[in-house]
């Protein structure tokens, strides 16, 4: 019979993981999250490619697809600029909400093609991350 004493529970903590992936990934990080975010969604900072242009970047951890799908939305519907959205995984995304963000202009990382672990808290841009073609 499984016990307390047998588990044993991870707590993310948030701000410093968003620091470390706004950093490896070359985001300006933004310290705090706007209030009208979908649950489980935080924004990582801003990416600024050249002068003039600013795309907000958040990371969003669906528990199942259809909160992916719901996230995008809720994060395409305050805004006609364009974003990134990062998720631990590609799996989740339904043939819908890509649609959705390709239509945006938006683009969509999944982190474990877009990092690769070195060590703890060590992290590398992979070439699709660089590309944004992940």
Known sequence: MLTRDDLIVYELDWPLFLSDIATVLGFKR???DP???PPLTRLVGDYRPTAGYS???YLTVPLES???TSAVCMRVSTSDDALILLTP???RLRPDARQILERKRCCFL???DSLAALGPRQWQATDAARSGAA
């Open 30 to 32: 933004r310290a705090t």
């Open 35 to 37: 209030d009208e975010l």
């Open 55 to 57: 795309f907000p970047a």
């Open 66 to 68: 259809r909160s992916l």
């Open 89 to 91: 995984t590609r799996h």
């Open 110 to 112: 999944p982190l474990e």
